[in-house]
């Protein structure tokens, strides 16, 4: 499962339409982005939570949906995880942003579009950034991927 090559266009169909709303781009709904993990595009309106990244990462509903059942473990959970064998685990790492639920989900919809069923060792790392007179911490999630 883990080795599935991406297919970023299937065809070349359904790449005219939102893949939210299912409504073409016209010359009113012309700003879209494209989801970060499939490809498939979408109307700026439209636009998952993950557009509230400080990065710009954008995932559409089925990537959202595929990150949904992975099963998260903290690098400090003390239990034994059976991981599956033949699976090659991958590190993840996810981008920035305003809080640590959004870092993890991005972690979940990494690991569940390439096709594993958990997340281990997840640890949380932050920076700070400045606005204006505000300063503000960002979070980033890392974990490996397995299947279990
Ligand atoms: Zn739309
Ligand atoms: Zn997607």
């Known amino acids: 499962m883990p080795d599935k090559t991406s297919d970023r266009n299937p065809g070349g169909r359904g790449d005219d339409v939102c893949c ?3 409504k073409e781009f016209s010359i009113f709904r012309w700003k879209w982005f494209s989801c970060s993990f499939c490809g498939k595009p979408m109307h700026f309106f439209c636009d998952s939570p993950y557009g509230d990244s400080i990065t710009s990462l ?3 509903p089925s990537c959202l949906a ?3 059942h992975i099963r998260t ?3 400090n959970y003390m239990g034994k995880v ?3 064998s033949g699976y090659r685990p991958i590190e993840l ?3 920035w942003y305003k809080d640590k639920e959004t870092a993890l989900g991005e972690l979940k919809i990494l ?3 390439s096709g594993y069923t958990a997340v281990l060792e997840v640890k949380y790392i932050y920076d700070t950034r400045r606005d204006g007179n505000y300063i503000y ?3 980033a999630a890392t974990g490996v991927a397995c299947v279990i």
């Open 20 to 22: 939210v709303c299912g």
């Open 111 to 113: 690991a569940g579009v």
């Open 66 to 68: 595929a990150g949904n």
């Open 82 to 84: 059976f991981v599956k």
């Open 73 to 75: 473990y903290s690098a």
């Open 93 to 95: 790492e996810s981008n």
């Open 58 to 60: 954008h995932a559409c």
């Open 137 to 139: 911490k960002i979070w």
